[in-house]
């Protein structure tokens, strides 16, 4: 009878246990920020002209993107849209412009569609600084909050390849307005 008691007794602990693993899974999440610098020979306006004012056809510089194109109703003053599409080797996303501001030189968006599913939101800050006659350095940000338990656990891998992906899309920027075509990684061009 005591061993029968014991056992129903670990059981309850366990289940409990369990229970609030389960239950804490949809209260942890992560932020993972990324930032990317680079200093680009080019002057502000044409590198604003590329990033900023052509932010739908990223496609056509960087390696990461295999096709993207406008889309949303007109929201700013500057483009005649509030969004783009794109495809990637991960499938397709949407990304809506929250601030889109050419006398600052500087954009942001959210992901809408196409973020990984351990993802609660995910964003990005793209914002371009003068150094001078034909310098302009590009900043680029993006923030991640991943969710769960699974979100905690793949925060690392999740932050490398995040960052090898800014980092590739800064390495492309910055060979396409210094070269005037795009990057040799880049086979859909």
């Known amino acids: 009878m005591k061993t029968t008691k014991k056992k129903k007794r670990g059981f309850v602990i366990y289940l409990l246990i369990l229970i609030l ?11 993972i ?7 680009i020979n080019a002057n502000i306006d044409s590198t604003w002209q590329v990033m900023g004012t052509e932010f739908s ?3 056509l510089w960087s390696t990461f993107f295999i096709n993207s194109e406008a ?3 007109k929201k ?4 005649d849209y509030s969004s783009r599409v794109t495809l990637t080797a991960n499938g ?10 050419s006398a600052a030189h500087s954009l942001s968006y959210h992901i809408t569609k196409g973020k990984p599913g351990i993802a609660k ?10 150094l001078g ?10 923030k991640m909050v991943t969710k769960g338990w699974m979100g905690l656990f793949m925060s690392g891998k999740i932050k490398s390849k995040v960052n090898s992906t800014a980092n590739e899309i800064v390495r492309d920027l910055k060979y396409y307005l210094e070269e005037k075509k795009p990057h040799p990684n880049n086979l859909n061009k």
């Open 133 to 142: 006659e034909n310098k302009t350095k590009a900043v680029l940000e993006f």
């Open 121 to 130: 939101q995910a964003s990005a800050v793209w914002s371009l600084v003068n």
């Open 76 to 79: 700013f003053k500057e483009i």
């Open 33 to 39: 920020d990324v930032k990317q610098e680079l200093t």
């Open 21 to 31: 693993i389960i239950i804490a899974n949809f209260f942890i999440s992560n932020t």
């Open 57 to 59: 056809d990223i496609y």
């Open 92 to 101: 397709e996303n949407s990304q809506v412009l929250d601030v889109f501001d």
């Open 71 to 73: 889309s949303g109703q």
